[in-house]
């Protein structure tokens, strides 16, 4: 099947990604979200969980959790193009709130066939959701788990889950005696305990889980194939949020450099820094454009939309680097304090560029694809 | 987009169907000789002529200058070039071989001379019969242009033309140049002048044509010298002092940013024709041994090889998303960013190629156990010509920088 020409990027999208844009430009400055959740600079502080409560409940009441829903489930079934438009401005404004993870978590229901449709019946009625299918060592296979489900209870430990406590749900991935299934959650049920991580991003939480027995609603028994199948949007709208989030260093840190002045020129006099701007907005560029090629792959060319998800969140990974870098190095001595706005940025980025795999994880597995799996 | 998409005018679909069924009688058959890369790579004398009947046949047919004036040799068109240019692409033409002439020399001879001047030269431009090139750069002046110290002194009707030009692609064939010059030493920008001047006419009363020889080996350019050249007055194409200006016009058009469309064709290769690409270099991974198994097998190698599979698709999707304008902050922001992405690109490309060829990376065209006849070292070394030429990778990082960014101005 063919991609049209414009990404499938039509006019619902445009006018989602406008108003995204509104929303966040009105109503979440970067000093509003400095003062949320930077309040605490000391490094050894525990994990918090800071975020607008009223302001998230405004983007559930405009749909936005239910954009990726399918119509089956009620939902509004929007292309991952148009998806991605609107996480570009979630990323810009570095909002902290469970969108992401509740995406993802509908992406993989949504893999799941009519068994997922009552659990994604409840995000299309405004409950969020995270994955908890990620291992100890952090693997981002989709087969490696620590949890087990005998006789319908889960034990043992998911880690590195989004937004643990920011959520109502967990999709979790657990091995039973007939393979890898998939059981929907609440994350308040007896047996599950969760145990935040003191992270480096002040812009979300992350938490590994303990479930001791918890009883669990089992929505797919092909727990492999539905996640290798929703993975492709997860990595791309991660590129995504990373787009948006690099255009904001960039603008942030060009603007600094046309201010501050040194050797009486602006900074951005100095090809020294000019240059890498340039090499910045580049980066962002080429990530863009392999977003939207790899969000309308998985709406219109499925066959090849693990190949361009892998290189969009290649570019992603390389992208949130680089633009973090370069934020903070030109901001010079004022870039390196906590009063200055860049780390909160510097530091969504660098948890982004890991998080499902970073660019030479990617690589590899886009070399498999186009040269062949090494014997 | 492709033409389906685009609403054609009654003109447009009538000119379409006609340039189909012309190429299909007429399309030429396969290349007598081996076809170089571009045009500006023309080195024989049997390269040319190949080229030159082609563009001439297709000029005959009303395929070149569609939408130019009748009375200049021009087709009269209306926003028809686009049409006969898909139609070349799609029936995989060869390129034509007058391409400074079509692409820079023909705007600027439009809008600026007299017409007298046009109706002379612009038929034989179209038809390839004059092979025009470009006078712009000099030893003292490349990324700044406006440098240019060839100097043109008036008597009476006539201008006295002496100076140095370098780079000058086709010069050896060509018959005509386009010449920016300037006519005051005391002031920069004020002081250029353009000229339109001959060439192959005046070889030994006033103008000197040296090849100049690339790293690669390859001839192909030139220097041009210009001792005493006289001039008539007619044959300058500003108005005294404004050589800037016209010079502008010559650079958007060169750029694709001028309002008419270049005569384009081609997508015909010559067996030998090798593309500096990442499908072309997994090829060559796959066939290089590197301890003792093949080097598309080494993990490393696999991963600086999808750095720039992913580069070469994120180029590829720029150029599609420069056209949803949804997804645009900036309009010129991807358009600006070509050059500089395609040259560099094509550069690590060939770079990587040569490094995964290990120790057969050090055989050149002559030898025949070069990987792809040794076409990568080439390549490798021609890639600096594009990442120099046309604004060098750091030009083009200053204009991206004031231009898109809005930083200050670099000295």
Not at chain 2, 55 to 64: E, F, T, V
Not at chain 2, 337 to 348: P, T
């Amino acid at each position: 099947m063919a991609q049209p020409d414009n990404f499938g990027f039509g006019e619902e999208a445009t006018l989602l990604k406008e108003s995204a844009r509104k929303f966040f430009a009105d109503n979440f400055a970067t000093d509003k979200l400095h003062g949320m959740v930077a309040s605490d600079p000391n490094p050894e502080r525990m994990s918090e969980c800071a975020w607008d409560r009223d302001l998230w409940q405004q983007m559930v009441d405009l749909g936005w959790t239910a954009l990726a829903v399918p119509e089956v489930a009620d939902g509004l079934g929007m292309p991952v193009a148009a998806v991605a438009g609107l996480v570009e401005e979630l990323g810009r404004a570095a909002f902290p709130c469970p969108l992401l993870s509740t995406l993802n978590a509908t992406y993989v229901l949504a893999a799941c066939g009519s068994a997922g449709e009552t659990a994604l019946g409840e995000i299309t009625q405004g409950r969020t959701a995270s994955l908890a299918i990620t291992n100890k060592q952090g693997s981002w296979e989709a087969a490696d788990t620590d949890v087990t489900c005998e006789q319908g209870k889960l034990n043992g430990s998911a880690c590195f889950v989004q937004e643990a406590r920011k959520v109502d749900r967990l999709l979790v991935s657990a091995r039973n005696a007939a393979g890898l299934s998939l059981y929907w959650v609440a994350t308040d049920a007896p047996g599950l305990t969760i145990h935040p991580d003191a992270i480096v991003d002040l812009t979300r939480d992350q938490a590994h889980i303990q479930f001791d027995s918890v009883e669990a609603l089992e929505v797919s028994t092909e727990g492999v194939a539905a996640l290798e199948q929703a993975m492709p949007a997860i990595w791309t709208i991660l590129a995504a949020d990373i787009v948006g989030a690099a255009e904001w260093q960039l603008q942030t840190t060009v603007e600094y450099a046309n201010t501050r002045q040194q050797f009486e020129h602006p900074l951005g006099f100095f090809q020294a820094v000019k240059h890498p701007l340039v090499d910045v907005m580049v980066l962002i560029d080429q990530c863009k454009s392999l977003v939207y090629n790899a969000a309308c792959a998985i709406d219109t060319e499925p066959e090849r939309a693990a190949e361009y998800a892998h290189m969009a969140k290649a570019s992603a990974s390389e992208t949130a680097a680089f633009a973090s870098g370069r934020s903070v190095q030109y901001h010079g001595g004022i870039g390196f304090t906590w009063e200055c706005f860049v780390h909160l940025y510097f530091k969504r980025q660098k948890h982004s560029q890991m998080l499902w795999g970073d660019a030479v994880w990617h690589r590899a597995r886009l070399a498999d694809i186009l040269m062949g799996a090494v014997a | 987009m492709p033409e389906s998409a685009r609403e054609e005018t009654a003109e447009q679909v009538e000119f379409r169907a006609y340039c189909r069924q012309w190429l299909k009688d007429n399309r030429p058959g396969d290349p007598p000789v081996r076809l170089p890369l571009s045009p500006l790579e023309i080195m024989t004398e049997a390269q040319l002529t190949y080229l030159q009947q082609w563009q001439k046949s297709a000029y005959d047919a009303g395929l070149i200058g569609c939408d130019y004036p009748k009375a200049v040799g021009g087709g009269g068109r209306n926003d028809c070039q686009r049409v006969a240019n898909e139609e070349m692409i799609r029936a995989k033409t060869p390129f034509m071989p007058n391409v400074i002439g079509l692409g820079m020399a023909a705007p600027t001879v439009l809008h600026h001379a007299q017409e007298k001047v046009k109706e002379q030269l612009l038929p034989r431009l179209f038809s390839g019969e004059d092979i025009w090139c470009q006078g712009f750069s000099e030893p003292g002046a490349g990324s700044d242009l406006a440098s240019v110290q060839t100097f043109a002194e008036r008597k009476g009707d006539k201008w006295i033309i002496n100076g140095h030009k370098v780079w000058t692609s086709l010069a050896h064939f060509a018959e005509w140049m386009i010449l920016l010059l300037r006519t005051d030493r005391s002031h920069k920008y004020d002081g250029l002048s353009y000229f339109v001047v001959p060439i192959r006419s005046a070889l030994g009363k006033g103008v000197t044509v040296r090849p100049l020889i690339k790293i690669t080996g390859e001839t192909g350019f030139n220097e041009v010298i210009f001792e005493d050249l006289e001039v008539d007055d007619i044959y300058r194409l500003d108005e005294l002092g404004k050589g800037w200006q016209v010079a502008m016009t010559t650079l958007l058009h060169e750029r694709g940013a001028g309002e008419l469309q270049t005569p384009r064709s081609g997508g015909m290769k010559s067996k030998s024709t090798h593309a500096t690409n990442t499908t072309n270099l997994i090829e060559l991974a796959r066939n290089t041994g590197r301890n003792g198994k093949p080097a598309a097998d080494d993990p490393l190698i696999r991963d600086r090889i999808m750095e720039l599979v992913v580069r070469e698709m994120g180029l590829g999707q720029n150029q599609r998303r420069s056209r949803v304008s949804a997804l645009l902050d900036h309009p010129a922001r991807l358009l600006l960013q070509n050059k500089l992405l395609a040259s560099e690109i094509a550069q690590d490309t060939g770079a990587l190629a040569v490094e995964v060829a290990g120790a057969s990376g050090s055989l050149y065209l002559g030898d025949d156990n070069a990987p792809a006849g040794g076409q990568w070292p080439m390549a490798y070394m021609n890639s600096y010509g594009m990442t120099i030429a046309a604004g060098t990778s750091e030009v083009q990082r200053n204009i991206l920088g004031e231009r898109v960014l809005g930083l200050a101005k670099s000295k």
